[in-house]
């Protein structure tokens, strides 16, 4: 009975084992995965070796490869409604869901440029002598909506009345709801859509089904972002109460609404899964990065909602789905790049984090200071450590240096090259100069201002964001600095630390109102683009976008110089030098309020052991997994 | 009974008041609805000012649940934000039928296989069975659900049809189209939910039946030359059932109520889901819906709980 009792035992404890064992290999699934190959490093110490990360063009479409199949895209967020510019809305992945479905004037590269979407070519700009601008477009022959309905100019006419009729422009050009009382239907398209410089057009003019002229009382740089969506007249809605219905659930009382791209909405199972089908009618991509020109090779495209990292792993390992694109984080870069049947695919994307630095604070105000943490700090590290490994070489060695430029972009010139790699020495004489000392533990303190004790704070939870900060952490102790992490978890830090009413009214007062002491640093990301102008707000004074309680009037007279230069090389000049104002001391002592850090990389994992063609490379202006739809291709 | 059972609801309606008002001021406090605009660069005041007619966030807490409650007993559950605005009694509906897809065969093989493996160890006490049911309760009752979760999936839908080539479940999603795939989607979020509440229940059937094992009356029975059988079914099961139907009626609150993890994990759009996705979203008028559902069903199985005491046991009167 004893020996029976200790079988018992023993089976028990050799089950638990297994289970537990089971699970904590759960990554490797396979003997490729399990022989990761490990380096060892000059002074003998094993380290991981990089994880092997593909930064160049995903496999081409195979004429050999087959057409049909669905392609299952596991994602963690579900979008609220299919309208973007619903108050309630803007989320990225409304923007992702929607590229497939509908085309713009003008689309992004993977170069982040604009390119002609609609358009046969770019667009031809007249500057008049009394300084308005004409513009003249054509769009490419043989465009059709999904229901064979030919695409023409008076789509694009439609488009722009009926995001203007019934509106209200604000001096900021964002759209209001001029008529719309509590209660009653809205009678502008909703309000928070990225209609900036609209509201400088005077004219718009069809001359043919493909010709039509866009008259603007000034040049604005970023025209190329307007009507970045046509919808169809025909189908989209007479007015603008039955648009923001239409397009929130992405049908009209026919059916769902036409799409210009290659897939057509077909169904969405909340909670579950949104589903599309192929548009036949597709006429073809222009995008330079697509290789398919034609209609879609896969029959369609099913988005599945899977709220968690792990469960999207292991969905993609159990074949339940093909293509995972999420927030960079470690679980993907750790448990699929190591796996022959995935091929993890990353790109430099629009969205830069950066730490931002409150002016108002007692020790940020001394440009000297501020200077001392640029010095402190070591971005090249930080790629090394944290970064390179899992996105290869695809973002800059040495960090970024510029909030206007991406990396990416022909303009970019890297304005803190003076501050790569750490100089401890130079911060600490810099804040020697500032009246500081050293306390006796490292730490320097200021007579009057007290310990150099500064927060930074973030949207707690991310772990690479907070690996960062712990890194950055530890470099600027030698220089002085006692960095403090001071997270909040979730989207709640921005409306309660930077962002929040007595921090902007501390902003926009320089620290006569609201509390300028929230917060000393913050980190979070910009999303930049083609036209960096949007960006310039982050600095103009009192902007509700500009927490950091910048301000400068050679700035704030500089930022709209810029949106009005007509010469594209003159202008992204122009960009950059706005860009002097925010990240060196070069244009004056308000300067330097903006330490970028890096590029987010668009970060994907697919199932190349079933896709031989994939359109996930180039994703340089966020549009998402689906940018490229066309060129998948199951195998 | 029909007395007592009005009583009983009548008493729950302060319960239901605190309990709402302390989870509307709880919530009211942690999350802001106009975060979610704190970053758009081109939201205008009146996008801020659309949610706060929208919240009446104009208002303090006890105003803006008054008027809560007052459109909420008249059937206006308001509009989710975080769901297109579709009326919440309609998601309500919806995602409460998923979730009672999952939470009902979870509860009826719960009580099945805690009431069997609890009695079977408390009568073979000692012997291998008890042993491995004994076991196997602690490795539920110490390991976390999001661990058996994502353990079920790696067993069963990465490695069985690598290693044997049939692909017996779902990792994640509810299919529906056709009874045998929702079997298929639905095992192993079922065996998730049960497994963890199963180990506790197990244990808590097999310390009372024990207790009640060696009860004076069992003793008499036997002595009097009832058959075993009759001893078991009658006698020993029937009063172990009643601190078990404690036990479950706090099990199907939890279970019917949605579950966070397992919902989350095996991507099951339920309640618990639906509740992580309006916290997040600052939608308020979902998350007091979702709230006062988890309340009521607190409040309706710890009354059928009393019920059914009197029902196993004639000596419980409802005085």
Redesign the interface.
């Known amino acids: 009975m004893i020996r029976d009792n200790k079988l018992a035992r023993l089976l028990a404890l050799v089950f638990a084992f297994a289970l537990i064992a089971a699970a904590c290999s759960s990554d490797g699934g396979d003997d490729t995965s399990a022989e990761a190959p490990e380096e060892t490093t000059a002074d003998g110490e094993e380290e991981e070796a990089p994880a092997e990360t593909t930064t160049t063009e995903p496999p081409a479409p195979d004429e050999e490869g087959s057409s049909g199949g669905t392609l299952i895209w596991a994602h963690e967020q579900e979008p609220p409604d299919m309208h973007l510019d619903d108050p309630n809305n803007g989320l990225s992945i409304t923007s992702w869901l929607r590229s497939p479905l509908i085309e713009g004037l003008y689309g992004i590269s993977g170069a982040t440029e604009y390119y002609p979407e609609l358009l046969a070519e770019e667009a031809v700009v007249n500057q008049n002598e009394d300084g308005t601008v004409s513009i003249d477009y054509v769009l490419r022959d043989g465009l059709m909506w999904s229901d064979g309905t030919p695409l023409t100019a008076n789509d694009v006419l439609y488009t722009h009345n009926i995001i203007t009729e019934g509106c209200a422009v604000e001096d900021d050009g964002s759209i209001v709801d001029g008529g719309a009382a509590e209660g009653e239907d809205s009678t502008c398209v909703y309000f928070t859509g990225g209609y900036v410089g609209i509201e400088l057009v005077t004219a718009f003019t069809v001359n043919s089904d493909t010709e039509f002229t866009v008259e603007m009382a000034s040049f604005f740089a970023g025209f190329k972002a307007l009507y970045s969506d046509v919808y169809a007249a025909h189908a989209y809605g007479d007015d603008a109460d039955a648009v923001n219905t239409n397009l929130a659930e992405w049908a009209n009382a026919d059916g769902v609404l036409p799409s210009s791209g290659p897939m057509i909405f077909d169904s969405w199972d909340r909670g579950v899964a949104l589903n599309m089908v192929r548009n036949d009618n597709y006429h073809g991509s222009n995008s330079p990065d697509a290789r398919n020109d034609g209609v879609a090779f896969v029959d369609g495209v099913q988005v599945n909602f899977v709220a968690d990292t792990d469960t999207q792993i292991n969905s993609l390992k159990a074949g339940e789905a093909h293509i995972v694109m999420t927030q960079p984080q470690l679980a993907f870069g750790e448990r699929l790049s190591s796996d022959e049947n995935f091929t993890v695919n990353s790109s430099a994307g629009p969205v830069y984090e950066h730490w931002g630095l409150n002016v108002l604070n007692v020790h940020l105000q001394d440009p000297l200071v501020r200077e001392a943490l640029a010095y402190g700090m070591d971005k090249n590290e930080v790629m090394t450590g944290l970064y390179t490994p899992l996105f290869g070489d695809s973002l800059p060695a040495e960090g970024l240096g510029n909030t206007m430029w991406m990396s990416n972009q022909g303009p970019y010139v890297d304005h803190q090259a003076m501050y790569d790699g750490r100089n401890s020495e130079a911060a600490l004489a810099n804040l020697e100069a500032a009246g500081y000392s050293d306390s006796g533990d490292g730490i320097y303190e200021h007579p009057e201002r007290g310990r150099l004790t500064l927060r930074v704070g973030t949207t707690g939870g991310n772990a690479l964001r907070e690996l960062q900060q712990q890194i950055i952490q530890a470099q600027l102790a030698d220089s002085g600095f006692e960095i403090e992490i001071d997270n909040v978890d979730g989207g709640a830090y921005f409306g309660e630390v930077p962002f929040s009413e007595e921090a902007l009214a501390a902003a926009g007062s320089g620290g006569a109102e609201g509390d300028p002491t929230i917060w000393d640093i913050t980190q979070f990301a910009w999303v930049g683009g083609p036209w960096p102008g949007g960006g310039s707000a982050a600095g103009l004074t009192g902007n509700g976008n500009n927490p950091y309680g910048h301000s400068n009037p050679d700035y704030d007279a500089l930022a709209p110089e810029c949106d009005a230069t007509v010469d594209d090389a003159e202008r992204a000049a122009c960009y950059n030098e706005l860009d002097l104002f925010r990240t060196t001391l070069e244009k004056g002592d308000t300067g330097l309020f903006m330490i970028p850090l890096t590029q987010k990389p668009s970060y994907y994992g697919y199932l190349s052991s079933v896709l031989s063609g994939a359109g996930v490379a180039p994703d340089a202006q966020g549009a998402g997994p689906l940018t490229n739809v066309v060129d998948f291709q199951f195998k | 009974m029909f007395i007592f059972a009005l009583r009983r609801l009548f008493a729950a309606i302060p319960v239901f008041l605190v309990a709402t008002f302390a989870i509307f001021w709880g919530t009211s406090e942690?999350v802001?609805p106009?975060?979610?605009?704190?970053?758009?660069?081109?939201?205008?005041q009146?996008?801020y000012d659309?949610?706060i007619?929208l919240y009446e966030l104009d208002k303090n807490v006890p105003l803006r649940y008054a008027s809560w409650l007052g459109d909420f007993v008249t059937g206006d559950m308001g509009a989710?934000?975080?769901?297109?605005?579709r009326p919440v009694s309609e998601?309500f509906w919806?995602?409460g039928r998923?979730t009672m897809l999952l939470a009902l065969p979870a509860f009826f093989l719960l009580m099945g296989l805690g009431a069997a493996t609890g009695i079977y160890s408390a009568l073979r006490q000692?012997s291998?069975g008890d042993?491995?049911i004994t076991?196997?309760s602690y490795?539920g009752l110490a390991m976390p659900t999001f661990?058996f979760g994502?353990?079920l999936?790696?067993?069963f839908?990465?490695?069985v049809?690598?290693y044997l080539g049939v692909?017996p479940f779902?990792?994640?999603?509810?299919h529906l189209e056709s009874p045998l795939q929702f079997i298929r989607s639905v095992t192993l979020p079922v065996i998730t939910l049960m497994f963890v509440l199963l180990a506790g229940d197990s244990r808590f059937i097999r310390a009372s039946v024990l207790d009640i094992k060696s009860a004076d009356y069992i003793r008499t029975a036997r002595a009097k030359g009832v058959s075993e059988r009759k001893v078991i079914s009658k006698h020993l099961f029937r009063n172990a059932m009643i601190p078990a139907v404690t036990v479950w009626s706090l099990d199907a609150a939890a279970l019917f109520g949605g579950s966070l993890i397992t919902e989350?994990?095996?991507?099951w759009?339920g309640f618990g889901?639906?509740a992580?996705?309006a916290l997040?979203?600052g939608d308020l008028d979902l998350l007091m819906s979702i709230s006062f559902a988890i309340i009521v069903l607190v409040i309706m199985f710890n009354l059928l709980a009393d019920i059914l005491y009197g029902v196993i046991d004639p000596r419980i009167r409802y005085d």
Do not use: H
Request: proline share 3%; charged share 20%.
């Open positions: 942690i802001d106009t975060d979610r605009l704190a970053t758009c660069q081109t939201c205008s009146a996008a659309r949610i007619d989710a934000t975080s769901q297109g605005e998601i919806e995602r998923n000692y291998k042993y491995a076991s196997i490795l661990f994502l353990l999936q790696v067993v839908a990465i490695w049809p690598k692909k779902w990792a994640s999603g509810m989350t994990i095996f991507s759009p889901r639906l992580i996705e997040q979203a």
